[in-house]
């Protein structure tokens, strides 16, 4: 559970109090003796708490909404110590004239060194405070990379069991074993080699998820591959297009080429008649890839979305751009992002 602003508000006043009523109050006791001296201790912790806490707190909280991220951290520092340090000095001033002008332990003092003593008692509580809030903002971002790295890992294995369930399925693998029979009758070298192809397949399946991403030319031979296969059942109906050029540049999400090019195959029409044509191109400009197949809809094929739902917050909690996503009465478009791959 996330630690929040509202859970630890009541917990900095009563340390705060604390922490000053036990070190600059408690020694008032074994001075001169004042009238109603706990009283006014309370009080005067009461006060300084408040104005030391209540400030820092919404300077804190403003500044992490307004400059958060980890790049703008030195501007949002810069920010909140040009406007706390001034109020240190302040509030050790506005300490040091009502305490004098009240005379509420008895005397007045007002001079130079206990001006700077009270003004130092601030700064030392103002960083305190700042400490705190820090410390919570570095939680609070902990607990949400953890909580969006087990969604990802959620998100992978349920995207790796839907382009496993859509493999295993009898016509699948009906027509995959056929042709394996097929080959092994006629061409036994082809036949092992349409049996690695096969393996590396599902190999590649059961690995996706043990990178968040990886190099656009390693899905490229994936897909290649994967294609090569679903290519057996539609040996005069199926056909891609590949315009990708310089993939060793660029990183992708896994899968990402293979769950489109799959619910292209799984939601069209492919015949002799009424041939599926894919087109792959990358925009290294724009920095996206394409994928474009001609749109034929199976009508009587269920729809549930949940493959462009999954890879939609898969780049989402990736912090990559969206998806897009076009479709008129020809084609059926979907564009998503790459990343330039380290050097």
Same mark, same amino acid.
């Given at each position: 559970m996330l630690i929040s602003d509202k859970k630890v508000r009541p917990y900095g006043y009563l340390a705060f109090g604390l922490l000053f009523y036990c070190f600059f109050m408690l020694d008032m006791f074994f001075a001169a003796p004042v009238k109603n001296l706990l009283i006014k201790t309370i009080i005067v912790t009461c006060f300084f708490t408040i104005l030391v806490w209540e400030p820092v707190r919404l300077i804190a909280l403003w500044a992490h909404r307004r400059w958060g991220s980890a790049s703008e951290a030195v501007k949002k520092r810069t920010i909140v110590a040009a406007i706390l340090v001034p109020y240190g000095f302040i509030l050790g001033f506005l300490r040091i004239y009502i305490e004098g002008s009240l005379r509420i332990w008895g005397v007045q003092v007002m001079n130079i060194p206990v001006y700077l003593l009270f003004t130092g008692i601030s700064m030392l509580f103002i960083l305190l405070a700042i400490v705190c809030y820090e410390v919570i903002f570095y939680i609070q971002r902990w607990q949400t990379t953890q909580l969006e790295a087990n969604e990802l890992k959620k998100l992978n294995l349920h995207m790796q069991f839907d382009s496993l369930k859509v493999q295993i399925q009898p016509h699948f693998l009906f027509n995959t074993l056929n042709t394996l029979i097929?080959?092994?009758?006629?061409?036994?070298?082809?036949?092992?080699?349409?049996?690695?192809?096969?393996?590396?397949?599902?190999?590649?399946?059961?690995?996706?998820?043990?990178?968040?991403?990886?190099?656009?030319?390693?899905?490229?031979?994936? /897909? %290649?591959?994967?294609?090569?296969?679903?290519?057996?059942?539609?040996?005069?109906? =199926?056909? +891609?297009?590949?315009?990708? !050029?310089?993939?060793?540049?660029?990183?992708?999400?896994?899968?990402?080429?293979?769950?489109?090019?799959?619910?292209? /195959? %799984?939601?069209?029409?492919?015949?002799?008649?009424?041939?599926?044509?894919?087109? =792959?191109? +990358?925009?290294?400009?724009? !920095?996206?890839?394409?994928?474009?197949?001609?749109?034929?809809?199976?009508?009587?094929?269920?729809?549930?979305?949940?493959?462009?739902?999954?890879?939609?917050?898969?780049?989402?909690?990736?912090?990559?751009?969206?998806?897009?996503?076009?479709?008129?009465?020809?084609?059926?478009?979907?564009?998503?992002?790459?990343?330039?791959a380290s050097t």
């Open positions: 097929g080959l092994i009758e006629r061409d036994q070298q082809r036949a092992i080699h349409f049996t690695e192809d096969l393996a590396y397949v599902y190999r590649y399946l059961l690995e996706a998820n043990q990178s968040n991403i990886i190099s656009l030319e390693e899905e490229l031979k994936f /897909v %290649k591959i994967y294609f090569s296969l679903l290519k057996t059942r539609y040996p005069e109906g =199926l056909f +891609l297009e590949d315009r990708i !050029e310089d993939a060793a540049l660029f990183d992708v999400p896994p899968l990402s080429l293979q769950l489109l090019i799959e619910n292209a /195959v %799984k939601h069209n029409t492919i015949t002799r008649a009424h041939p599926l044509y894919i087109n =792959l191109w +990358l925009d290294k400009g724009q !920095e996206r890839v394409t994928v474009r197949n001609n749109y034929q809809p199976k009508y009587q094929v269920a729809r549930s979305g949940r493959g462009l739902e999954h890879m939609t917050k898969k780049f989402e909690l990736l912090a990559l751009p969206p998806i897009q996503i076009e479709n008129d009465q020809h084609y059926f478009t979907v564009s998503f992002p790459v990343i330039k």
